[in-house]
């Protein structure tokens, strides 16, 4: 499915630059939230965090995707509702080489949205309304396969992981300035002595924290992107469905008064890459697998089709679609 090796190969360097990359950061976020039990509590609080980080890096809870889903209202399609999602689904789930295929759901909503919960074990993607009636199956399928990457490499449990030392360092950072508080009439008679680059250090310790987050989510974005493009063989698709995306967002109020909407946010302040730059690195890779790699692709997509759309959904007085 991939071409030829020599292709192939360029694509597994990237997905190795972007491993190591999520490594490195979950190591950093560890790392200085090590730092920071040791800034307050000495070797002792030291030892307590990495008895708790090993912990928490084994027991790290998955929610349960159906719960998940219930909380957007989801509604599951059964197998054979879409009989084109569901071949999809079977054949990126055998190319990902997953023990289980993902259940699929139906977001009710008039908003482009895709996304995926679970880990390789027990897995949901949801497709919103939106997406299904406005992107073709070439599109649909290249978004698939991005949230059946997510699934292969269990990003949501590494997401979960940071989020919860990202959480610990907020509490430690709150800790330490509640410390000085307390403290601080003995600082002020000059019974104590503090040092300001820790309370400097602790002020900034969250925002440290939150920026090395974002960019985790940034990376596992970019090799999800390449892995779905690679499980594809077909790294244009997912191009078009990203540019799609981004022209339809917002209304056609908001295109009419704001033609230039959207301040852009500072790209360390982003969960994910701009549209821009995801569709640069599809299209880099695009001539590195090789024609050969769309040919089952091209297959699949030949003998099927989705099925006429229905009426859009529509919210009842009681809050439900539908």
Request: proline letters at 5%; hydrophobic letters at 50%.
């Amino acid at each position: 499915m991939n071409g030829d090796g020599k292709n192939a190969h360029p694509v597994r360097m990237h997905l190795l630059s972007n491993a190591m990359q999520s490594a490195v950061l979950i190591g950093f976020m560890g790392s200085f939230l090590a730092l920071l039990g040791w800034l307050i509590w000495g070797a002792g609080g030291l030892v307590i965090l990495l008895v708790l980080g090993a912990l928490a890096t084994l027991f790290n809870p998955a929610l349960s995707p159906d719960w998940v889903m219930r909380l957007y209202g989801a509604r599951k399609l059964t197998r054979g509702r879409v009989p084109a999602l569901d071949q999809v689904r079977d054949w990126l789930a055998e190319q990902a080489g997953l023990s289980r295929t993902p259940t699929l759901y139906l977001i009710p909503s008039r908003v482009m949205n895709a996304f995926s919960v679970g880990t390789r074990g027990g897995s949901a993607i949801a497709l919103s309304d939106a997406m299904i009636r406005r992107l073709s199956l070439r599109e649909l399928v290249g978004v698939m396969g991005h949230e059946i990457s997510h699934i292969r490499h269990n990003d949501l449990w590494v997401m979960g992981l940071a989020d919860l030392f990202s959480r610990l360092t907020s509490l430690l950072s709150f800790t330490g300035q509640l410390l000085l508080f307390i403290n601080l009439p003995l600082l002020l008679l000059g019974e104590v002595v503090i040092n300001w680059g820790i309370i400097a250090l602790l002020i900034i310790a969250p925002l440290v924290s939150a920026l090395a987050q974002l960019a985790l989510s940034r990376t596992r974005e970019y090799a999800a992107d390449l892995e779905g493009a690679r499980l594809t063989g077909d790294p244009e698709g997912l191009a078009l469905a990203l540019q799609r995306i981004e022209r339809e967002q917002g209304g056609w109020l908001e295109h009419i008064l704001m033609p230039g909407r959207r301040v852009p946010e500072p790209s360390l302040l982003r969960t994910h890459p701009s549209t821009a730059e995801r569709v640069e690195r599809l299209q880099a890779i695009e001539a590195e697998l090789g024609e050969s790699a769309k040919l089952p692709l091209a297959e699949l997509l030949h003998r099927l089709d989705l099925p006429e759309a229905q009426r859009p959904p529509r919210r009842r007085i009681w809050g439900v679609w539908w």
